[in-house]
Every structure is written in C-alpha cells, then in structure tokens.
C-alpha cells in the first residue's frame, strides 16, 4: 500500500495563478482533510471530507475550494492564489466510523510558494 | 473550546540524556490526546494516544507518555535521546464537532540532539 500520497510535491505560483493540489489514499478511508502548516502554528485544518462528495469547512476554509467525486482522492484548489498562502500542505485520511480515537494517516506535503 | 498547548517551541538535549516534550489541554469533556512526529521533509506519523484505557502510554521508538488529569498535561519523555529522535513533536486533540472528528494541533516542539 502506498498510503496517502499527493502531488505535485512542490510548487511556484505567481500571484493570481490558480492550481490543484491531489490527494489520493488506497485504505479505503471514508474520512480525508486537508491541512495547512506554518512556522509556530502547528497544523491548521482547511476542508475535510466525510465521504465521497461531501466537504465541510475547517478553521481557515478561505481562499481555497475542495471536492471529493471519488472516495479515494481529496482535491485542494486555489483559485487565485496569494502570498498568504504559501506554506506546506498536508492531507490526511483516517477510516472507521468516525471514531473519536482513530489514528489520521498524513501525506508527505506539498510545499507551496506563491510570490 | 478544546486546544492543546506546546511549552518551548525549540529543545535541545544531548545524546543519551532524557527528553520532556510538553503539552498541556483544555478541555470540558475527556480528552483523547495524541502525538506526533515530523521527520525533516516528511508527513507526520502517530507515536502513541491516549483514550482512556490506561494514563500511562507507550509509543514507538521508546517514548511514552503520561496523562495527568490534575495537571491537565500530557508530557511527552523518552529516557535516552538518539540522534535519530531529532524532529517536530506535535501534541493533539481528537474533538467531535458538528458530528465529526477533527485533531486540533498545538504549535509543535522541534527537538535538537547534539552528540
């Protein structure tokens, strides 16, 4: 299994540009979010998703959309991305019922630079 | 609301010498707090969790942790640093809102090893 990989790994936008970032897990994980980290903050969730096509707001949902048309990927867009947004993205994906005690298995990030 | 806080964004111990990580929480209601590591330039992954069973937890790689709920804390500590243990710690809490699960992150500790 590979886990939860996502792509590109890193990236450089300008100003205004628009891009996707892909999640994709193969456990078969209803649960999968997405994250953002900065210096001293920790991780900071931006949308999770509780199943195929659906998604919900996180603590900073702003600038960027998510959709979830297959169970196993967890798409992050940006529509016009600024430099508030540069940072390392994660995404995660955790199984089961939505147990409060289940573990979340993270992707390796995608670091993303916009000047 | 529940949250997590990290004490000492930065520590620095010697090869063999004990390591502390440590976390505080608020919560209302019992906590199911987690940590994890960060390697350089990688994603993060699970060391150990509390939920309740024993106050008392063991993780991978020898840390362990011990929930105290008079002190609201959940240190993390291993008894002889490695060079290989030089990373980002994170400490967080499993919370259910809206009727999902969500992990609340504190800031992170980074840990340095010197020889």
């Known amino acids: 299994n590979a886990g939860v990989t996502q792509t590109p790994k890193f990236r450089v936008l300008k100003t205004g540009q628009s891009m996707t970032l892909l999640c994709a897990q193969d456990m078969n994980h209803e649960y999968m979010y997405w994250y953002r980290q900065d210096p001293g903050m920790g991780l900071r969730l931006i949308h999770y998703s509780v199943g195929e096509g659906t998604t919900a707001k996180g603590e900073v949902p702003d600038g960027y959309n998510v959709s979830r048309l297959k169970k196993q990927n967890f798409l992050l867009g940006l529509e016009s991305a600024a430099p508030s947004q540069t940072s390392v993205y994660f995404c995660?994906?955790?199984?089961?019922?939505?147990?409060?005690?289940?573990?979340?298995?993270f992707g390796p990030g995608t670091r993303l630079t916009v000047l | 609301a529940q949250s997590v806080t990290q004490l000492g964004s930065h520590v620095s111990v010697s090869e063999g010498a004990l390591v502390l990580l440590r976390c505080n929480y608020s919560s209302s209601v019992p906590p199911y707090l987690f940590w994890y590591v960060q390697y350089p330039n990688q994603g993060l992954q699970l060391l150990l969790k509390?939920?309740?069973?024993?106050?008392l937890v063991k993780g991978i790689n020898g840390f362990e942790a011990e929930f105290k709920k008079s002190e609201t804390s959940f240190h993390l500590t291993k008894p002889s640093a490695h060079m290989s243990d030089a990373a980002e710690y994170f400490c967080?809490?499993?919370?259910?809102?809206?009727?999902?699960?969500?992990?609340?992150f504190g800031a992170g500790t980074r840990l340095a090893v010197h020889p």
């Open positions: 967080a809490v499993s919370l259910l809102s809206g009727g999902y699960n969500k992990l609340i």
């Open positions: 509390y939920t309740s069973a024993a106050t």
């Open positions: 995660a994906s955790k199984g089961g019922g939505g147990r409060i005690t289940d573990e979340q298995f």
